[in-house]
């Protein structure tokens, strides 16, 4: 894997997905406050009066239209409490109260949301910059809640630009140290790990971070007069190095526009040739671009319907696990909803990849996206099992697809059978028997109970009508526990409301043989 590191941070030779909570305690909400979020709404809606109206409306016309808002605003904070995977509720609810000014009621509509739903690029965007107009950047807390607010909005889809953003708000106002910079310099190495290879706008991270670093270098050059000392000079020369190094890793990787980085670089040296070596390593990687050109143009030309097409090309003609990965990140973009495109991505994570922390993230984000397709969830809970993760967390997402994933009576059978069939696999290979040869552990009586409340559970929904639990169950006690009195018990509970069905029966001797 040092290989797949060192492709998504560039060819660099020196150098979970757990979202970020966002501290939501209530906050005095200030009258000033208010008032700069309401102008902002204003001068930014489209939902503004006809500005050919009377100048002299009616007062009382004022007061119904406030009134208006605040019994709308009431009915979507009470529809998306109802029904909280009403998506269009959500972003109706935050619309209004942004244009109404109800900042502590628009704070709490977007916290939900975002706990719901990965948010896209505008929708974060827009929450931000609201924020940082009304933060006090003198004031930590304040300055931490806006990078908390990146730091979730960074992981929800691939963007660019909400990585440029962050950075932005990360520099430092003066640059007149290492440690100054420090911290704007970790953001970009996370942001060139993250999108550093996007082909059609990577450079334009790569070229934000080799300008600010260009910037600093111009800071540490002497002054008129100034006798540059030893240690100003090693300073000054590392710092050239760096710029170098940056030069050099972004010509490692194939992006639109890396014609004129070497232009660029070989100002910057102040050589009318690129020294060999680099020259070598541009040549290398501007034959990679020019493989993979052809679709990059094609995706910039393309409509939405035949953009999903083109990636999937683009996608099996790519080779390496890095670039795949950024290709369907950006794919998920537009059509987060495909649940053809998960499973594809699910898939090459699984069963390619391997890598259990972005294996689990990524299905962790495609339950978010599509929470009502009982496939994403059994995917889920057999990516858990695959990468050996604790009973505690199993049982958490099944919980979770038991509540959000099963839209049809059969679906909590097929549930039931996915969970319940893990569990069998976790027993030991070589069970605790008793005296009479019959398996007997802690976790063999962990699945027979489970089994019960899986047979009292359906029976409550009337969902299992086929009685595949209790058909699974007889086959457990008989072929793993090896008690094959109680799987013919359990056969004769399920024969008594099937005396009349041949299929039944013909499944019935299939046990008994």
């Known amino acids: 894997m040092a290989d797949l590191e060192e492709e ?3 060819d660099s030779s020196g150098d979970s997905r757990d979202s970020i909570d966002v501290d939501d305690d209530s906050e005095d909400i200030t009258d000033e406050q208010n008032a700069t979020l309401t102008t902002q709404a204003d001068d930014e809606s489209d939902m503004d009066a006809d500005s050919g109206g009377d100048e002299d409306e009616d007062e009382g016309e004022e007061e119904r239209d406030e009134e208006q808002d605040a019994r709308m605003l009431a009915h979507l904070q009470q529809q998306v409490a109802n029904n909280p995977y009403d998506y269009e509720s959500h972003v ?16 709490m509509a977007r916290q939900r949301m975002s706990e719901l739903f990965p948010l896209a690029e505008d929708l974060w965007r827009t929450w931000i910059d609201d924020e940082i107009k009304i933060h006090n950047k ?13 730091e979730k909005a960074v992981l929800d889809y691939l963007s660019v630009d909400l990585w440029l953003d ?19 310099r970790a953001v970009f190495e996370r942001a060139i790990t993250a999108v550093g290879l996007h082909v059609a706008k990577g450079g334009e991270l790569w070229d934000s971070y080799r300008e600010t670093e260009q910037g600093y270098l111009s800071t540490l050059l002497p002054a008129v007069g100034e006798i540059q000392t030893k240690e100003k000079l090693a300073k000054y020369e590392k710092q050239v190095e760096r710029v ?19 232009e660029e670089f070989k100002t910057f040296t102040g050589q009318e040739e690129v020294e060999l070596p680099i020259q070598k390593l541009y040549e290398k990687t501007k034959k990679k671009l020019d493989d993979v050109l052809p679709y990059e143009e094609k995706l910039s030309s393309a409509t939405d319907g035949e953009k999903f097409g083109i990636f999937v090309s683009y996608i099996d003609h790519e080779k390496d696990p890095a670039r795949i990965i950024l ?107 008793n005296e009479g040869g019959i398996s007997a552990s802690p976790e063999v009586d962990a699945l027979r109970s489970m089994f019960g409340v899986a047979v009292a559970d359906l029976e409550s929904k009337g969902a299992d009508t086929e009685n595949k639990i209790e058909k699974y169950w007889a086959s457990v006690e008989a072929h793993t526990f090896r008690d094959v009195e109680k799987g013919r018990a359990l056969w004769e509970k399920i024969m008594k409301g099937h005396q009349r069905e041949s299929q039944f029966w013909l499944s019935y001797y299939r046990f008994e043989r």
């Not at 109706?92 to 704070?107: M, T, W, Y």
């Not at 962050?166 to 704007?184: C, G, K, N, R, T």
Request: hydrophobic share 45%; aromatic share 10%.
């Open 8 to 10: 998504l941070n560039g």
């Open 92 to 107: 109706q609810l935050i619309k209004l109260a942004r244009i109404s000014g109800e900042l502590e009621i628009l704070r």
């Open 138 to 150: 003198e004031n930590a807390a304040d300055v931490e809640k806006i990078k908390a607010l990146y």
């Open 166 to 184: 962050y950075i932005i708000f990360s520099m430092p106002d003066v640059f007149d140290s290492d440690e100054a910079l420090a911290p704007v």
């Open 244 to 262: 170098r190094d940056i030069f050099r890793r972004q010509l490692s990787v194939p992006l639109i526009g890396m014609e004129n980085t070497r």
């Open 327 to 433: 290709l369907y990140e950006r794919a998920l973009v537009p059509y987060c909803l495909s649940l053809d495109l998960w499973n594809r991505y699910l898939d090459f994570l699984d069963r390619q990849l391997k890598i259990s922390s972005v294996a689990l993230a990524a299905h962790e984000r495609s339950i978010r996206n599509i929470p009502w397709t009982l496939e994403l969830w059994l995917s889920y809970l057999h990516a858990v099992e695959l990468f050996k993760q604790d009973e505690g967390v199993v049982k958490g997402i099944f919980d979770r697809a038991y509540r959000n994933g099963c839209t049809l009576p059969s679906h909590f059978v097929e549930l039931w059978l996915a969970y319940l069939s893990g569990m069998k696999r976790q027993l030991s290979t070589k069970p605790v028997t």
